[in-house]
């Protein structure tokens, strides 16, 4: 028998784009009317998907669209997906922070939510206070929350700040305060948007590891929302996929993972090329990547060692012709140009498979684009294809506490140290 704390049935969230308060009057007043008639609420019929990068017909956007799943206690949900695909929309209705259009939640117990820096906080109020408020909201008595209260006070970190008022905390310590309230307070199901990213690294192994105390000691349920595959990876035991509001898979960790990073999102390891890229001189059949022994279907990460493949035929072997590929940022940036001719290699008549590797661990997290030049006689530029594909390098397997995102900069060469002690 499955012990399921809490369950989404059909949920929706329609929203009305534009000004709010203009003209939603006469819109009121038609439900109102369709509703006394006892017909269905005319505007649930309309409605674009949530493409947050097209522009729409209708007023109406569905944040969510027929959302559904359950959660077993014990459990840890990822909920992961690009920017405005309803992540954060899906955790206020679960949070009942805002109600949905269509559908219910049944739930089992208390559920705490940590949702934005400083959510339920209120700032004039001190440290202390807010811990009484959020306990009582929680509906715990004085007594459950005094018991607490020492333990919750150590693990914020802000025991000198905890009797000064909130508006005076940084974003850092409120999150460290709030996250420990909603951890410490006992809920049966915690909820946690992308706020642990606010925190340092002590921080985010501390809330990290408390999250797992939580969910495999004490069997509490945790829905998290992050950007960070690393920190989903470590801490969940079932991931969800949500695309423009839908759900696109659930399923274990590791394949929502590798589904959001290979299917999910907007880059991709492989691209094969139509007939525009056959050329008088030559053509360009396919770029994929890969890492060493693994397919390019497989999601690419830090420390892996990657393989740039390039398919072309050389059409005729007197046009003295060479690749050169140009790596960009996701700002648009050139990072470096490489090409197979400072390996002193030459491209012969008829089907030439190049292959570049790119050393372990040579490219930081990321989204990156390759531009391709085809040249002639290593002058005359005879073809050129900017972004001509794209591909992301995820976060690699780290041990719990270390620093979990991403560092500065777009390449992580390995340089040679040695230290001399006299």
Request: overall charge neutral; aromatic content about 10%; hydrophobic content about 35%.
């Amino acid at each position: 028998m499955k012990d399921i704390i809490l369950k989404a049935e059909n949920i929706s969230k329609q929203y009305r784009l534009g000004q709010v308060g203009t003209g939603t009057l006469s819109h009121d007043f038609n439900r109102w009317w369709h509703k006394i008639r006892g017909k269905e609420d005319p505007y649930l019929k309309v409605g674009d998907t949530n493409d947050r990068s097209t522009k729409g017909t209708s007023d109406y956007v569905w944040a969510l669209q027929d959302i559904n799943f359950e959660v077993e206690r014990g459990e840890v949900l990822g909920i992961i997906g690009k920017n405005g695909a309803g992540k954060s929309t899906l955790l206020k209705i679960l949070s009942k922070v805002t109600a949905p259009t269509t559908g219910s939640i049944k739930s089992r117990g208390r559920i705490a939510s940590l949702l934005e820096v400083g959510t339920g906080f209120n700032g004039e109020m001190t440290g202390r206070e807010n811990i009484f408020l959020n306990g009582a909201i929680l509906g715990m008595t004085k007594k459950e929350i005094t018991s607490k209260l020492d333990e919750i006070i150590e693990f914020s970190g802000c025991e000198r700040y905890i009797d000064t008022p909130v508006k005076r905390y940084s974003s850092g310590m409120t999150v460290r305060l709030a996250f420990a309230v909603a951890a410490f307070l006992e809920p049966e199901v915690l909820v946690v948007d992308e706020v642990l990213a606010v925190g340092d690294a002590e921080f985010q192994k501390k809330a990290i590891g408390k999250m797992q105390d939580i969910s495999r000691g004490e069997g509490r349920t945790v829905l998290f929302v992050s950007h960070n595959m690393a920190a989903v990876r470590s801490l969940c035991t079932k991931g969800m996929v949500l695309i423009n509001g839908k759900v696109a898979m659930t399923g274990s960790v590791e394949n929502t993972v590798s589904y959001y990073l290979s299917h999910g999102s907007e880059s991709m390891n492989k691209k094969v090329f139509s007939s525009e890229y056959d050329k008088k001189e030559f053509t360009i059949h396919e770029i994929s990547l890969n890492a060493v022994g693994k397919l390019s279907e497989d999601p690419l990460d830090e420390y892996q060692k990657i393989d740039i493949n390039t398919l072309f035929t050389l059409k005729d072997d007197s046009r003295k012709l060479h690749l050169t590929f140009v790596l960009n940022n996701d700002f648009g940036e050139a990072l470096f140009t490489f090409s197979h001719v400072n390996g002193d290699l030459k491209l012969n008549k008829g089907l030439n498979k190049i292959k570049c590797s790119l050393p372990e661990g040579f490219l930081n997290i990321g989204t990156y684009y390759l531009s391709l030049y085809v040249i002639e006689d290593s002058k005359a530029t005879i073809f050129v294809e900017k972004d001509i594909i794209s591909f992301i390098i995820q976060e690699g397997e780290r041990p719990l506490g270390s620093w979990m995102g991403r560092e500065p900069g777009f390449i992580k060469p390995k340089f040679d140290w040695s230290i001399e002690v006299n």
